[in-house]
């Protein structure tokens, strides 16, 4: 069946830096969703990429979905403490929607 | 508009033993999805219920099964409870439209001693 891999699997960052999650499938997708979990939290919807090539903006949070419809990244860009979490993709198996096993950030103070 | 509703929040059972768990979609969606989430392999889909039929399963044992009822609740039980079933049990539901996101529940944790 179709799989969504995600890299890195940790990522530990200084407060004030960059970061970046890769999402990559084993075929093509009609979209690609990201959500973000906090620590005891629940996964959050963040946004929903859909076109070839498109790029949507949340404040500091920017997400792209590849050319091929079969990869994205999420970057924030000057992270901060409310960024603490795991951030996943996801995207349609069929009628079902199937999960990467996420990038979790540390923001170090 | 109320989230989903997932309750208990916690439950302690011994192996052998089986558990239900129950969630209560946003009102209007009629898709309620299980998931199952370990630290080591991420969010596992289960299944997904609408309109009281199983529309789609994962590749989970025969133990875990699932039901749902005309107002859109869903309920989960797991039989034959191993150690490996300890895990988050997350609820989410969506609108009709198969490319709605997703709406967790706070999740039922789930400890088999």
């Known amino acids: 069946g179709q799989q969504v891999m995600q890299i890195p699997q940790y990522q530990h960052v200084q407060e004030g830096e960059d970061f970046t999650t890769y999402c990559n499938s084993s075929t093509t997708l009609s979209n690609i969703q990201w959500y973000k979990q906090r620590p005891g939290g629940h996964p959050v919807f963040l946004i929903q990429?859909?076109?070839?090539?498109e790029v949507k903006k949340q404040k500091r949070l920017t997400f792209q979905f590849g050319e091929a419809k079969k990869n994205s990244s999420l970057h924030i860009t000057a992270t901060q403490t409310t960024d603490v979490g795991t951030y996943f993709c996801?995207?349609?198996?069929?009628?079902?929607?199937?999960f990467g096993k996420g990038t979790r950030l540390h923001i170090l103070p | 508009k109320a989230g989903v509703t997932q309750t208990p929040r916690y439950l302690i059972k011994t192996r052998g033993q089986q558990v239900t768990l129950s969630c209560s979609p946003i009102?209007?969606?009629?898709?309620v999805s299980w998931y199952q989430q370990t630290p080591g392999q991420g969010l596992q889909f289960l299944f997904e219920y609408f309109s009281e039929t199983q529309r789609n399963k994962g590749n989970f044992p025969g133990r875990f099964s699932g039901r749902q009822f005309s107002n859109s609740r869903s309920e989960m039980n797991v039989s034959t409870l191993e150690l490996g079933d300890s895990a988050l049990y997350l609820c989410?539901?969506?609108?009709?439209?198969?490319?709605?996101?997703?709406?967790f529940g706070n999740g039922t944790r789930l400890t088999v001693t």
């Open positions: 990429l859909v076109k070839s090539g």
């Open positions: 989410a539901s969506r609108a009709r439209d198969y490319n709605s996101p997703l709406h």
């Open positions: 996801a995207g349609p198996d069929g009628d079902k929607i199937i």
């Open positions: 009102s209007g969606h009629r898709s």
